[in-house]
């Protein structure tokens, strides 16, 4: 098959729709897995991303109106890294707690980006982009360290308060907010590179949406 012809099966509508479906399938299983498994936490925000994955289609009524598949692959590859890596350190660096979080926190950022940019009026230049998606990413880690504290005082988890002293979970907090921002930069410049300027969001939406995109 020629590069045009794969270029048109990967922006079909059809294949992105039912690609983006598996990928939020997906997520659901993982979800009632991670709360079998007793991490309600992880579990909700396996659930957050397969529900923010859906919006378009909730919103415009039409099971085609997905993301382009490589977004929600990305968003997922986060929750496929912590259960093939879970328990693994390098150097004293827990993988499952920290990196795989630095991702889905971009993920999450980068979700939010390309449904404003695909599914709504709003324009974003080259710059602003950037940083929408690193803000974006700097919050919603923000938010995962609140929802890690509470659970950790109701829950009974130990994400951040795990018997070391207070500097020592300050310290690594900090050092989790700066690796996140760091993610933040990635994605925002994958997001403007990739998903604003290579692949063409119109061949993968309704033919009313499209035009409106």
Sequence with gaps: ?????????VESRRVNAGIGWAIVAFLCVTAVVEVLTDDPVWAGFVLVVAALAVVPAVAYRDPSAMLPW????????????????????VGGFALSGRVSTYFAVAAVA???????????????NYSFAVLFVVIATMAAAGVWAIVQWFSDL???TSFLLDGRPEEEIETALMLDFVAATASGVGAGVLFEYYFRRRTDSRKRLPDELGGEA
């Design 110 to 124: 980068l979700i939010v980006a390309v449904e404003l940019d695909v599914f709504t009026p709003v324009r974003m």
């Design 1 to 9: 098959m020629s590069s045009d012809g794969l270029r048109d099966v």
């Design 154 to 156: 109701y829950l009974g």
């Design 70 to 89: 490589e977004v929600l692959l990305l968003a997922s590859l986060p929750v496929i890294g912590r259960a093939l890596i879970a328990g693994q350190t």
